[in-house]
């Protein structure tokens, strides 16, 4: 028998499951409405995809569920955690909050494609370095939102903890009270945030 | 989510008749409030209309004479980081980066900011207790329920919900203008006439109507707007909405102030204007620390707190004084 990991065995019982199922009473349960479906054309982590997708779906079940990058997690799904963080266009964004329907055109990178062709991204690495995660449930969402984060310093945008937004603002002025505010977005509850400050910290002194 | 169909719109006229015809319609652009307030079945539109790609409503126009036009697609961020808004008026920045989290606001537009709905648990609850604003005639749950974070102004026995929005606040305070395109063309509404109080039917939370989409935001020059701050109170130092906020700018004239522009948020059902204090406060000292809390307490005679939220009126007040000085000092 061929060796399956974790989320391979777990969809192939969900398939056997499944059919279980359908031969079962369950087959008599009134039919769902089939909503009408929108055609979709983005790019994900650098791959041109085209899917139809019901109006409702959310960009974060289209990522797991149509697409298998399941590395994008889904924490609260009401837009509070941050665990399902990823780019769209090259800015931060909710995939839980945003309807897959309207991202036609858009390119947009998860956690799966931050990789460089030498290795983990640096914020990855920082992440390992100073031991920014316990359970790793968050870590995608908040790794997508530190690369974020620094890309935001460096264009000078200010945040709520700049003392005087009318001054340009730096790489240089991040502070790990810059830090806590801008990550505020992407909560752990193993409470790693002293560590997660540090590896972002770190990255943006190394410039 | 319940299912719903969703489509896009050739221009802006074409949107507004959309919007005025179609039943159950409701316009989308970053779908922040919208799709949580969908998830939780506390809206339940037949059919969206994707505003994002409708031409002439984003971007960021520098006005001569000092004024600035956002257009209702601009991104919260994207404003928020705009050099000149950072200079000219402050208070907006500030409105903007004391909300939400930088994944919001790089996915908020500016028109979705200003007509997001209350949070309110009561209302955003979909199969919850019973909610005027969502069942128009259903009660009050809050009125007599958990209202800690509820009105002390202007609230009515049918609603006692109040305005999240930050920035909407700094708006009010500097005379911002909405720019609506309806039925009937354009119109600017002045943004003290935008949001309404709840009376006798609370379902509204403006006075926009069928067709009307909000196409931008002016911001005329004020003197008041360069030396300028928010100040924001809530249970979280971040990502939180407001207990009470401050939107304050000053012009200050040999350590007087001149003029004052005051409004609070999280206090009412609309971004609540302090009238009597701005013009209590002309000619006060900005050091009189004692004749500043006499200006600021006139409009609180007003508050009528409910049964949780009775620390709003003193917190209120002083969250008034600080940034009436932070404005200050910045002059």
Redesign the interface.
């Known amino acids: 028998m061929t060796s399956l990991n974790r989320r391979e065995f777990l969809g192939t019982s969900g398939m056997a499951t499944g059919a279980l199922a359908a031969g079962s009473s369950l087959q008599a349960a009134p039919r769902i409405a089939v909503a009408e479906t929108v055609s979709v054309h983005f790019v994900v982590n650098r791959e041109a995809r085209s899917m139809l997708v019901e109006p409702r779906a959310t960009l974060l079940d289209t990522l797991r569920e149509d697409l298998g990058l399941t590395g994008t997690k889904k924490g609260c799904d009401r837009g509070e955690c941050g665990a399902c963080t990823v780019h769209v266009e090259g800015l931060r964004v909710l995939s839980c909050m945003t309807l897959t329907a309207m991202q036609d055109g858009k390119h947009i990178t998860t956690i799966e494609g931050i990789e460089t062709a030498t290795g983990l991204h640096p914020v990855q690495a920082a992440f390992i370095d100073h031991d920014g995660f316990q359970c790793g449930f968050c870590t995608s969402g908040q790794i997508m939102s530190a690369i974020a984060v620094l890309a935001e310093a460096a264009e000078g945008w200010p945040s709520a903890a700049t003392s005087d937004v009318t001054r340009p603002f730096t790489t240089a002025d991040l502070s790990p009270s810059e830090i806590r505010e801008r990550m505020s977005g992407n909560l752990c509850r193993c409470a790693c945030y002293p560590n997660i400050v540090d590896a972002v910290l770190a990255v943006s002194r190394e410039g | 989510?319940?299912?719903?169909?969703?489509t896009t719109a050739a221009d802006v006229d074409d949107a507004v008749r959309l919007h005025a015809t179609e039943h159950g319609l409701a316009f989308?652009a970053?779908?922040?409030d919208l799709?949580?307030l969908?998830?939780?079945r506390a809206s339940r539109p037949a059919q969206?209309l994707?505003i994002?790609r409708l031409p002439g409503m984003s971007g960021i126009v520098l006005l001569a004479d000092g004024g600035v036009r956002i257009g209702a697609l601009a991104r919260m961020?994207e404003v928020?980081?705009h050099?000149e808004i950072?200079?000219r008026m402050?208070v907006v920045?500030?409105g903007l980066?004391?909300a939400?989290?930088?994944?919001?606001r790089?996915?908020a537009s500016m028109g979705g900011n200003i007509l997001q709905r209350t949070r309110c648990s009561y209302f955003r609850d979909g199969d919850g207790p019973p909610c005027n604003k969502r069942v128009p005639g259903s009660g009050c749950s809050a009125r007599h329920g958990i209202n800690r974070h509820h009105a002390i102004f202007g609230w009515s026995e049918g609603c006692v919900a109040t305005h999240p929005s930050d920035v909407a606040v700094a708006l009010v305070a500097l005379d911002a203008v909405v720019h609506v395109r309806g039925r009937d063309g354009e119109r600017a509404i002045p943004f003290a006439d935008f949001h309404r109080l709840p009376g006798e039917a609370s379902a509204a939370d403006t006075v926009l109507g069928p067709g009307d989409l909000v196409v931008a935001i002016e911001v005329p020059a004020r003197a008041e707007a360069s030396a300028s701050h928010y100040l924001k109170l809530r249970d979280r130092q971040?990502?939180e909405f407001a207990l009470v906020s401050v939107a304050a700018g000053v012009v200050i004239e040999g350590g007087r102030i001149r003029s004052a522009r005051l409004a609070m948020g999280g206090v009412a059902h609309k971004p609540w204007r302090l009238p009597a204090a701005e013009t209590n406060l002309e000619g006060v000292e900005l050091t009189d620390v004692k004749a500043l809390e006499n200006a600021i307490a006139a409009d609180f005679a007003d508050a009528r707190p409910l049964s949780d939220n009775g620390f709003k009126v003193e917190l209120g007040k002083r969250a008034v004084l600080r940034a009436v000085q932070v404005a200050g000092s910045r002059a």
């Not at chain 2, 989510?1 to 969703?6: A, D, N, P, V």
């Not at chain 2, 939400?100 to 919001?104: I, N, P, T």
């Open positions: 989510m319940h299912s719903f169909s969703i989308i970053g779908g922040t799709v949580g969908m998830k939780d969206l994707d994002n961020s928020a980081a050099p950072r200079r402050p920045a500030e980066l004391f939400a989290s930088g994944q919001l790089n996915m971040s990502y």
